[in-house]
């Protein structure tokens, strides 16, 4: 048995140090050399490909860097590499609580396999979506678009430079996850039918959003199954004030029950109805989409269609980072089921008077 090969003697020289905001010296690969008494070039292996030194020399390294509070620098790592080990994820409106759990899906995920997210958002617009990405692409191996706003052929111009995948929308040639809305939808309007309704409104979400239009193919092919009449209607914005926006709308349009594109329409959409004197659900049943944190705060609680949004994020990341080790297809498409979430905010309608 042979025995295990004494480390290399560390260099003698190093380049000049930089500091941290604190004014000590940020840690290099030499004071870790000198620490662990081996080359610097040893150093570099061990933390950028652990497995091409010895069980013992990596043992060492590990444990000096650990006593010197070393970290990585990823854009240094990425010279050699090309990699940074960092991923983007680009959301429609970060203050939406959608999105939330799309972030910490894919954050999970990133943290899991050592990458780091990095976050942006397009604030409902398609040219500040494509300038973050582009500014974007420079730094990261690869993007997620979570509900992009881009043209199809936008999205596969910057699939072609480095791995994207695509939330909530189907582009041709680009991996993505997109929630089966048909199910929830169903299981939505025969609750609606069963209760008594025979006319249901869509308020829909952006023109520019794919997700809205699926959601009204859903409506419309619910409704005409359950035999009842579907109308759809639009909004200014997908936020609580564009659904209060919406009611007056909503009541001239003489439906009894609603879908909306998401909850804030919906919650929007409640709170104004109610301060015109009308009762929910015994005048009019809402239901909303998604079933983001707080959708059961409201009075009565919302009914909605739950999106696994954490699997859609956690699915993505690890579609993307399959696609980065080579492990992955490079297009496709991995659906996750929707399903209703019956509250106080549907039910049975009263007879007028």
């Known amino acids: ?170 582009v041709d040639g680009v991996p993505c996850v997109v929630p089966d809305v048909n199910k929830g939808i169903s299981e939505a309007v025969r609750s609606l039918a069963a209760n008594g309704h025979h006319k249901v409104a869509f308020v829909a979400g952006p023109p520019q959003s794919w997700m809205s239009a699926r959601r009204w193919e859903g409506v419309q092919a619910a409704c005409e199954w359950s035999r009842i009449e579907a109308v759809r209607l639009e909004s200014t914005k997908p936020t609580v004030d564009g659904g209060r926006q919406v009611a007056r709308d909503v009541r001239a349009s003489g439906a009894t029950a609603v879908l909306t594109y998401n909850d804030l329409l919906a919650i929007g959409l409640m709170q104004e109805l109610q301060a015109a004197g009308m009762v929910v659900p015994d005048q009019i049943s809402i239901v909303g989409f998604d079933d983001i944190f707080g959708a059961d705060f409201t009075t009565p609680p919302l009914t909605t269609v739950r999106s696994p949004l954490g699997e859609c994020g956690s699915g993505a990341a690890a579609l993307l980072l399959d696609l980065l080790h080579g492990t992955g297809e490079p297009a496709g498409t991995l659906r996750v089921e929707t399903e209703l979430v019956l509250r106080g905010s549907s039910g049975r309608l009263l007879p007028a008077g």
């Open 1 to 170: 048995m042979t025995e295990p090969k004494t480390p290399e003697v560390a260099a003698t020289t190093a380049p000049a140090k930089k500091h941290a905001r604190d004014g000590k010296p940020n840690a290099t690969i030499y004071d870790i050399a000198k620490v662990a008494g081996v080359n610097p070039s040893t150093v570099s292996r061990a933390l950028s490909k652990p497995g091409r030194v010895s069980a013992k020399t990596q043992k060492l390294i590990e444990d000096a860097a650990a006593e010197l509070n070393y970290q990585v620098n990823p854009f240094a790592r990425a010279l050699p590499t090309g990699r940074t080990n960092t991923f983007g994820l680009i959301v429609a409106d970060i203050t939406n609580p959608t999105f939330f759990d799309i972030i910490r899906g894919a954050e999970t995920t990133a943290t899991l396999r050592d990458y780091t997210l990095v976050l942006a958002e397009s604030a409902e617009s398609a040219v500040t979506e494509l300038t973050a990405a582009r500014r974007m692409m420079a730094t990261v191996d690869g993007l997620i678009f979570a509900s992009p706003r881009m043209d199809d052929d936008d999205i596969r111009a910057l699939a072609r430079d480095k791995p994207v995948v695509v939330i909530n929308r189907e």
